[in-house]
């Protein structure tokens, strides 16, 4: 773990999902360089915001991981 706040894109390859709506990182909407400058300068400003959104994704991280993932996966195959 980076213990790293995020701030991305709204892109449709999931970050949405995994910063948990916003409450995990600040998400900008694709291509709007200016909202994501914004999004920096608040963090540059007031860090702790950010860092506390990154608390909150560091707790909700195990959803993610993939020995979770592989459990899920051999529980399918395993009904087939």
Request: glycine letters at 4%.
């Amino acid at each position: 773990m980076l213990n790293t706040p995020v701030i991305s894109s709204n892109c449709k390859s999931g970050p949405e999902e995994i910063l948990l709506n916003g409450k995990a990182g600040d998400l900008f909407q694709k291509k709007n360089y200016e909202q994501l400058h914004v999004m920096i300068e608040n963090f540059i400003k007031n860090p702790k915001k950010l860092v506390k959104k990154m608390k909150v994704g560091k707790k909700q991280l195990w959803k993610f991981s993939p020995d979770r993932h592989v459990k899920i996966y051999n529980k399918i195959l395993s009904n087939i």
